[in-house]
């Protein structure tokens, strides 16, 4: 056992989404106490966290300490300097330095288990299990040879994702919901048993353990977990079943950290939920709308057709985030299309489905200016989500609750805990993910690199000291 007395380690839970329903918008709480009790021993609020709601812009921030003007992830590619969505993070990384890369170069060892984006470059000295396979068909695992030894000792790996184990045909009853949550449990279980081997075989300096399953879990049964959700059912089987995955997420949380000790904890979540009730088709918008314009001559609706991210098609999208060519778009269209996107509304309820559109530039505050693509951002309003879907598919999809995967969405702003019994009693403070990365570093005693702008938060860490206490 390696010998942890002399420096300050970290565990670093993201726990994505929150707990089932304890920081989503109107929802019946879940207990978790472990989580309450690392709240009462530090520093604990809002994380502010960048629209579009999605996970890859926000992670990057988290690991870089930017915004996604600077990490060019805005939504789940990484812009070339054209503007033009590229390859995905996770197969061409971040721009350094991330929190991850300095570590690295401080001898720090990192532990990671299923984080998002992280891989092998750059951490030639870290143990990795990657969330999803290279795309060259390498292991899961950096060093190599611990993807057989971990398959050996725990079963083959099973990176977590969005909708594992949500079935076609929907969650149509209490035994269908029971068969899901329990298959989340075992995910919850699955990432566990993988960190807490890492951790007590590997020396190491941060641990970041991603527990993914929150996450399906909020999308698929929001409806049993918020009374404001339209569809809101009440089911006493299924809400003890919710009540015992939120204690085995409990569970995993204060084993890990029992683990770690006496090290501090961050936990944090890049968004929380609300209801989803309806998912705007940004395809068939722009194929509706766009093509009425001069530049629509037909030939749109192949270019839509054709996502290809070499050509120079009009639009493109990404979920809630339009790429608009700004010399094929006059600034005249731009507006007419903005604003009727903005105007949109439900015919069912008469309820405004978008917010705001934001550019980049007006969200982020900087961009490249030789772009030939402008980023258009979807601030959704409260029960509405938006994908890319197919161009005949109806421009508002109806989400029904058991049936389609999204019964909630993801709300802008998360949470964050910094725990460590030396912090003392419980404090109130929000943050903004970008002073996670500075903040990291700082309590390791390593100075941010430039061009992090976060700040780091705690200033009594500045100078590593080992914590006295315990958990
Ligand atoms: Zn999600």
Same mark, same amino acid.
């Given at each position: 056992m390696p010998d942890r007395s002399q420096r300050n380690r970290l565990l670093i839970l993201a726990l994505n989404g929150g707990g089932?329903?304890?920081?989503?918008?109107?929802q019946k709480a879940l207990p978790m106490p472990a989580l309450h009790a690392l709240m009462q021993r530090g520093i604990s609020g809002s994380l502010g966290t960048y629209l579009?709601?999605?996970d890859a812009p926000n992670w990057a921030s988290f690991y870089t300490g930017v915004n996604p003007a600077k990490h060019h *992830?805005? /939504?789940f590619t990484r812009l070339r300097p054209s503007g033009r969505p590229g390859p995905m993070p996770h197969q061409v990384?971040? +721009?350094?330095?991330t929190f991850a890369s300095q570590l690295a170069q401080a001898g720090r060892r990192l532990i990671s288990v299923f984080?998002?984006?992280?891989?092998p470059q750059g951490l030639a000295n870290g143990v990795i299990v990657r969330d999803r396979p290279s795309s060259d068909g390498?292991?899961?695992?950096?060093?190599?040879?611990?993807q057989p030894q971990l398959e050996r000792e725990l079963g083959l790996l099973h990176p977590p994702h969005s909708?594992?184990?949500? +079935?076609?045909?929907?969650?149509? %009853?209490a035994g269908a919901v029971n068969a899901f949550l329990a298959s989340q449990e075992q995910s919850l279980r699955h990432t566990h048993d993988i960190a807490a081997y890492l951790m007590t075989r590997f020396d190491w300096d941060v641990s970041l353990v991603h527990l993914y399953a929150m996450d399906t879990v909020q999308h698929a049964l929001w409806h049993y977990l918020?009374?404001?959700?339209?569809?809101f059912r009440q089911d006493p089987v299924v809400e003890a079943s919710l009540g015992r995955l939120s204690a085995v997420a409990d569970d995993v949380v204060q084993n890990l950290v029992n683990l770690a000790q006496p090290a501090a904890v961050l936990v944090f979540s890049t968004h929380t939920f609300g209801p989803c009730v309806k998912v705007l088709n940004i395809e068939r918008f722009l194929a509706e709308r766009a093509a009425r314009?001069?530049?629509?001559?037909?030939?749109l609706m192949r270019r839509l057709m054709?996502?290809?991210?070499g050509e120079n098609m009009s639009f493109m999208s990404e979920h809630k985030v339009i790429y608009v060519h700004s010399a094929k778009v006059n600034e005249a269209d731009r507006q007419r299309l903005t604003a009727e996107l903005e105007d949109?509304?439900?015919? %069912?309820?008469?309820?405004? *489905? *978008?917010?705001k559109v934001w550019t980049g530039v007006d969200l982020y505050?900087?961009?490249?200016? %030789?772009?030939?693509y402008q980023t258009w951002i979807l601030d959704l309003a409260r029960g509405y989500s938006a994908r890319s879907g197919?161009?005949?598919? +109806?421009l508002l999809w109806s989400m029904t609750p058991g049936k389609d995967y999204l019964s909630g969405t993801h709300r802008q702003n998360g949470f964050w805990i910094w725990s460590?019994?030396?912090?003392g009693a419980s404090q109130v403070q929000p943050a903004r993910i970008i002073d996670l990365a500075p903040t990291i570093l700082s309590y390791l005693g390593l100075a941010p690199q430039e061009?992090?702008?976060?700040? /780091?938060?705690?200033?009594?860490? *500045?100078?590593p000291q080992v914590s006295q206490g315990s958990y």
């Open positions: 089932a329903g304890m920081w989503g918008e109107a579009p709601t999605l *992830v805005q /939504a990384g971040l +721009p350094l330095p984080a998002p984006f992280i891989a390498g292991p899961l695992t950096h060093p190599a040879g611990l909708m594992q184990s949500f +079935p076609a045909q929907g969650l149509p %009853d918020d009374p404001s959700h339209p569809g314009s001069a530049f629509g001559n037909g030939g054709r996502r290809s991210s949109l509304r439900d015919p %069912d309820s008469g309820a405004a *489905v *978008v917010n505050g900087s961009a490249n200016s %030789d772009a030939v197919a161009p005949e598919s +109806p460590d019994p030396a912090l061009p992090m702008e976060g700040t /780091a938060l705690l200033r009594q860490f *500045v100078t």
